[in-house]
């Protein structure tokens, strides 16, 4: 069953803490994207890898950092430097850049 | 930096009635992808564009490309109650490469 998986569905947190959200592909896709979704609004693009061990902050990419260690994972931390880290938050996939991506089912982003 | 801008920011028709939305960017693309999002769900690809091409279909889906006026629309025939949620363009240009989304029309399809 091939796609994109991401977890945990919902994710509540207290402010101050980093929060790590999974985003896992076995679609053997080179590039993955982080977006940002709020309420209303489109995508806003956080980071962007292109292949393994490189990646590239996108438009809003301050107070978020990622990783990608493994081309089937890339993984997104909010840190507390984020001052607005309420969103959902969507993980998506590519061959390569610039053709169709595959997405996630998406992270809700809690924090209080 | 938005490139694609849909338009209308919300559309409301009955069942059985045709759904035209637009999108227009600003700069030279290599292709533009529209995608269907239904609430609180990722996005789904409906459709790719080359800048070459001037119109795809799919099922009940035409697109069509103006390079010349940087404009393409996605039109929905037949619609159905199952066809309401946003739709989004996302462009690829030619020097960044990777794609970027505007901010989608809302569709509802009242039965």
């Known amino acids: 069953d091939g796609g994109i998986t991401q977890s945990p569905k919902y994710l509540f947190r207290k402010e101050g803490q980093n929060v790590t959200l999974s985003c896992e592909q076995n679609?053997?896709?080179?590039?993955m994207y982080w977006y940002r979704q709020d309420p209303g609004q489109g995508l806003r693009l956080i980071y962007y890898?292109?292949?393994?061990?490189?990646?590239q902050k996108g438009d809003i990419a301050e107070g978020y950092s990622v990783s990608r260690e493994k081309k089937e994972s890339f993984p997104l931390t909010v840190t507390s430097a984020q001052k607005n880290p309420t969103a959902f938050y969507l993980c998506?996939?590519?061959?390569?850049?610039?053709?169709?991506?595959?997405f996630g089912p998406g992270t809700r982003l809690t924090v209080t | 930096s938005q490139q694609g801008e849909e338009d209308p920011q919300a559309l409301s028709i009955q069942e059985g009635e045709n759904a035209t939305m637009n999108c227009s960017y600003k700069?030279?693309?290599?292709?533009l992808q529209w995608y269907r999002q239904n609430s609180g769900r990722g996005l789904v690809h409906l459709i790719l564009?080359?800048?070459?091409?001037r119109e795809k279909h799919s099922g009940r889906l035409r697109v069509t490309l103006d390079t010349s006026k940087k404009s393409s629309s996605l039109l929905i025939t037949a619609s159905r109650a199952a066809d309401t949620a946003s739709y989004f363009c996302?462009?690829?240009?030619?020097?960044?490469?990777?794609?970027?989304f505007g901010d989608g029309t809302t569709l509802t399809v009242k039965p």
């Open positions: 998506a996939s590519s061959i390569s850049l610039a053709y169709e991506q595959y």
């Open positions: 679609l053997n896709h080179d590039a």
């Open positions: 890898s292109q292949i393994v061990n490189d990646f």
């Open positions: 700069t030279s693309i290599n292709n």
């Open positions: 564009i080359r800048s070459n091409e």
């Open positions: 996302a462009t690829s240009n030619t020097n960044a490469g990777k794609s970027t």
